[in-house]
Every structure is written in structure tokens, then in C-alpha cells.
């Protein structure tokens, strides 16, 4: 076994974010410890040997993932045989549950360390979940408090570590700067369009956007609008409706300012709904795929809700549409709410700062990496 290889794989956005972090926390503490994996931009700017990145593998609903099975595939068994092949001290695993649980199943198999970082959603998928993650899984580190007694009851060591987003998310620049940048009026309402981080999200979500702030602005013409890049996307994907309809500024590497700074945001659902619930914006969370795939996961999911700002907070913190209801007149509908209702704006912000409260202390990363270390220097003499 490589005393200095960590193998890391991370599928998606949110998930190259958190690894990234922890990557470098733990080069921190072990300068020469080398981490190879599947990774996106973050990963790779710590210097992660990425095999493959995020972008090609960012697939949305059972029938997206089922289309691209035999790729999927094809990086399953490559990564397995460079796993067999470099004999890394430790596998560590974030988020991108379809993809990681069954490598976990694949690690444990061949004798290695397993330790999860980020959860599956074990409280959608149900407890059956749970008992087969920790047949495969060493360590698990946990973002939410409510998790650490599901893995508990099934004898896994579990951490809960806090959320990593509470070191993550911070502003540099001030409304008005960043507005004059792009060319706004500071002074002016303003929404921010942040459709997703994966193209089928962008195709099936930002046209409804921008026909939502055409509606908007008939009755408030000075409204202006800010869509969101994700950095693993090119703008090739959003040109073909940021040329239509209404004047939407895109803008790209600037997510957190754009959360911050607008009024009030239509976002898709997914991390990017805490990310604005811990800056304190208003928001509407969107949800369509495939109809196949709704489907399936409504049959399999149980939870009332969708959006992780609702969940976290166990009720109805913000509105959410899903489906044929993530529609612009709906959207627009919702958004003008908080645009011209100072009570229910200042009540919804409120809310939003308890399930910021919620995630619990800066410090997270930290805390994962001191975990990670620990179980490395307990395990792998």
C-alpha cells in the first residue's frame, strides 16, 4: 500500500468544492501525501492528479444516467484497476451517491479503507440505505446533526463535522462595486438566475428564468437580472438563451456575490440552496428533469420536500416548484413577492438565518481533516 497516494473522487460542483477544501487541509497537515481521483477545477488547482473531470460526469435523473451507463461504466472499471494498481493509503468518497456507493462496495472488496465525506441523502432514500453504506464505509463525516444517529444505530463511525459551506461562502466585494463592474445600477431591484451546475438544468430551467424576468419587468422596468456561470460549464451551453427575451448580465466565478447582492434569486435545487439560504437571500427553488426520472424518484424518495433549505429546516422555509410548476408565471409570481412584500421578505430572512444556524460553526474543513488524519494514523500503520 502507497503510504503517500490517497485516492479521492468527487462528481459533481459542490462536491469538487468541498474535496478541494479538504484537500488542502490535509496538505497542510501531511505536505507530501498525493491525492488521484475524479475531480473538477477546484480539485485540480490543489494539485489533485484529476483522471477525470466533473464535467463528464455530471448526469441529472435515472434516465440521463441511464444513457450514459456504458461510459459511466467504462470510468468505473478504470478507476477500480488504478485503485488495484497503486494501492492508495485511503479512499475517500464525496457525495455522488449512484456513482460512490458502488466503488465503496468495490474498495471494501479489495481490502481498502473507505471514508465518506458528505452523506448520501440516507433520509430520502430510507434506513435499508443506510445499513448497506455501512457495510461499505469505515469512517462517515456528516454535514447535518440529525444524520449522526442513523449511522450510529447501524454501529458506523460517524462524525458530524458541521458544513463545510460555512467556510466556503464569503463575499470580497461590496453590492455596489460588484454591480459597477457588470455595469448595474446598485440602486436598482435585481434578480439572480443560478440554474444549475449541469446542462440538462440550464436547457430545462434557464428559459423559464428569463421568461419569468420578462413578466417581472412589465410591471417593474427597472428590474435587472444576473445569470449565474458554473465555472465546469462553457458559455457555449447558455448561449443559445441568453440571446433571447429579456436582458439577462451573465457572469461567471462571482456565484456567492450574485447571491448575495441580488434581492432575490431563482435557483435550481441542490447545494446552491444553502449556499444562498447562509448569505441570507430570498429564493425560489426550481426542480424539473425527465419526467421517467420524476417518477422513479418520487416512488423512491420520502420527503416532503426538495429543496435542502426545507429540509434542513424540517418545514416550508421558501417556496418550491417542481416539475410542470417551475414555470415563469409561477417564478415570476413567487419573485415579485419578495420583491414588494418588505413583511414577508423580512420573515423569510429570519428563517433563513436559522437553518444557517443550523449547519453549525466555521471550522468544518478543519474538523474533516482532523477526522481524516485520525482514522489514516489509527488504520494504516
Known amino acids: 500500500m502507497h503510504r503517500k497516494s490517497i485516492m479521492i473522487i468527487a462528481g459533481e ?5 468541498h474535496a478541494a477544501g479538504l484537500v488542502r487541509r490535509l496538505k497542510k497537515k501531511r505536505p507530501d501525501l498525493h491525492f488521484f481521483g475524479i475531480g473538477g477545477d477546484g480539485m485540480t488547482e490543489q494539485r489533485v492528479e484529476t483522471i477525470y473531470h466533473i464535467r463528464d460526469m455530471a448526469f441529472l435523473g435515472f434516465f440521463e444516467v441511464l444513457k450514459h451507463l456504458p461510459f459511466v461504466w467504462r470510468v468505473f472499471r478504470r478507476m477500480v484497476a488504478l485503485m488495484e494498481e497503486r494501492r492508495p493509503r485511503l479512499v475517500i468518497l464525496v457525495d455522488y451517491p449512484g456513482f460512490n456507493l458502488r466503488f465503496a462496495k468495490a474498495a471494501k472488496k479489495r481490502g481498502f479503507h473507505v471514508l465518506y ?17 455501512a457495510r461499505r464505509v469505515d469512517r462517515m463525516l456528516v454535514f447535518f446533526p440529525f444524520e449522526t444517529d442513523l449511522y450510529q444505530k447501524e454501529g458506523l463511525d460517524v462524525r ?18 460588484f454591480f459597477q463592474e457588470l455595469g448595474l445600477d446598485p440602486n436598482r431591484p435585481t434578480v439572480g438566475l443560478l440554474p444549475g451546475s449541469r446542462e440538462q438544468e440550464i436547457r430545462r430551467l ?10 417581472l419587468q412589465k410591471t417593474m422596468p427597472d428590474l435587472q437580472a444576473v445569470v449565474g456561470l458554473a465555472p465546469a460549464l462553457t458559455d457555449a451551453v447558455y448561449a443559445p438563451f441568453l440571446k433571447r427575451g429579456a436582458s439577462v448580465r451573465p457572469v461567471r466565478n462571482h456565484t456567492y456575490h450574485v447571491m448575495s ?6 435557483v435550481a435545487s441542490g447545494t446552491a440552496t444553502l449556499e444562498t439560504a447562509i448569505l441570507g437571500t430570498p429564493m425560489v427553488i426550481l426542480y424539473r428533469m425527465s419526467r421517467i426520472s420524476y417518477l422513479i424518484g418520487r416512488a423512491l424518495v420520502r420527503l416532503k420536500h426538495i429543496g435542502l433549505v426545507n429540509i434542513v429546516a424540517g418545514r416550508d422555509v421558501v417556496p418550491e416548484l417542481i416539475q410542470k410548476e417551475a414555470r415563469a408565471e409561477k417564478i415570476a409570481e413567487v419573485i415579485s413577492v419578495f420583491l414588494l412584500d418588505s413583511v414577508k421578505l423580512k420573515i423569510v430572512i429570519q428563517e433563513l438565518k436559522k437553518v444557517s444556524d443550523i449547519l453549525g460553526d466555521k471550522g468544518a474543513t478543519e474538523r474533516a481533516a482532523e477526522a481524516v488524519m485520525e482514522f489514516i494514523d489509527a488504520n494504516t500503520q
Open 13 to 17: 460542483t459542490s462536491g469538487d468544492i
Open 117 to 133: 465525506y458528505i452523506s448520501p441523502q440516507v433520509w430520502a432514500w430510507g434506513q435499508k440505505r443506510v445499513k448497506k453504506i
Open 160 to 177: 458530524f463535522v458541521g458544513h463545510p459551506l460555512k467556510d466556503v461562502v464569503r463575499v470580497r466585494q461590496n453590492k455596489t462595486s
Open 206 to 215: 434557464l428559459p423559464e428564468m428569463i421568461k419569468a424576468v420578462k413578466i
Open 261 to 266: 447582492h441580488c434581492d432575490a434569486v431563482m
